[in-house]
């Protein structure tokens, strides 16, 4: 986390003011079922010590169109953990056709499933909105 970030300051440093620190997991053996193991945990620590939006890659950190047991895409799961964690920006694969997809198909979602992708997300920010005017009141 600390090589990330002090690459990514370092480039904004030197004059780019369009850096984006995007969380999208790491490789272990505690990852599976998905590509990589997310902790969202760290999402506000990263906020803290940096001035960059923080960015979340649901897509390729799960690497899959799995459903939990609920019926809901572990995608959607992913990324609602990210917005109320405090994610500025969300990056999720669409395809018209996932099975085409010349790269990472198999966790694109369709053009069809944006509309309840835009309905859960905003459940997901209006959450993550009324945490943070819980705590400006105290």
Known sequence: MNESLNAAEYLASEGNNQVIFCLRGVK??????????????HLPI???????PV?????HSLGTREKSSDGIMDIMHSTSQGIIAGANMVLVDFHPVPSEALVDGP?????????EFIQDTIISREAY?????IWKEN
């Not at 272990?28 to 902790?39: C, E, G, K, Q, Y």
């Not at 990263?46 to 960059?52: A, I």
Request: some cysteine.
């Open 28 to 41: 272990t053996s505690f990852n599976a079922p998905h590509r990589n193991m997310v902790d969202f945990a």
């Open 46 to 52: 990263v906020k803290r010590l940096t001035r960059m």
């Open 55 to 59: 960015c979340i890659d649901s897509s």
């Open 107 to 115: 966790q694109a979602l369709t053009l069809n499933e944006l509309p």
């Open 129 to 133: 909105e009324k945490r943070v005017a």
